[in-house]
């Protein structure tokens, strides 16, 4: 049964890059048949959206592997039920990451990760409200995008932008509004984060 639900979530996992693409070349013409399908009447707040739709086989992937964690955590410690429950656990893990890293849909395999598995940040993060428009279009170079950065562009439009102040930066001077160009591995996952980066924005 195990065996089965893994290889089940992993053909559908795998289908998840070419889904994007689909989904990225349907959405080019904002006025086509299929954008107005989609798009109206606008998906309520706290509603799947489409590219949240076909991803949420792998966040109940994900949901059932920390609810396993969890029982497991709860059985008497070398029982015939831990052992049995570790070893549904384990199975699943080494799916997830099959999943994950090898298909390349989440977590990098390495990259920026030391022996420790440290996270080493050389630049700062960017958030999301400081984006203000995207490229995904760079014809020289099919698996580049491009992001544009303004500090106080799309700031206020952020629902928690006023609850609190940011005490984690002091406030900077001169700010100017700058690109970022970044690069995917493949055009099937420039695919995939443009259409979650687009979602978040």
């Known amino acids: ?5 893994c290889v089940a979530y992993r053909k559908y996992c795998n ?6 693409c689909v989904l ?4 080019r013409n904002s006025n086509c048949d299929f954008m107005k399908f989609i798009t109206e009447p606008p998906v309520p707040r706290k509603r799947p959206d489409l590219t949240t739709f076909i991803h949420r086989p792998l966040q109940h992937f994900r949901e059932i592997l920390k609810h396993m964690q969890m ?4 059985c008497r410690v070398d029982s015939e039920e831990q052992i049995n429950f570790n070893s549904i656990i384990n199975e699943l893990q080494t799916s997830y990451r099959e999943i994950t890293v090898g298909g390349g849909l ?7 990760l030391s022996r420790d598995r440290v996270l080493f ?3 700062e993060p960017i958030s999301l409200s400081t984006v203000t428009d995207s490229c995904f279009n ?5 698996t580049e995008f491009r992001l544009t950065i303004d500090p106080s562009g799309r700031q206020i439009e952020s629902p928690t932008v006023h609850c609190a ?3 984690t930066r002091t406030p900077k001077k001169n700010l100017k509004k700058r690109y970022v160009v970044l690069r995917a591995p493949s055009t099937e996952l420039k695919a995939v984060w443009q259409n979650l980066l687009t979602r978040q924005m």
């Open 24 to 27: 990225v070349n349907k959405s």
């Open 121 to 123: 940040i050389t630049e």
């Open 15 to 20: 289908g998840l890059k070419k889904a994007d």
């Open 1 to 5: 049964m195990n065996t089965a639900l």
């Open 138 to 142: 760079i014809r020289k170079k099919g």
């Open 165 to 167: 102040p940011d005490l």
């Open 106 to 112: 989440m977590e990098p395999i390495g990259e920026g």
């Open 71 to 74: 029982i497991a955590s709860h």
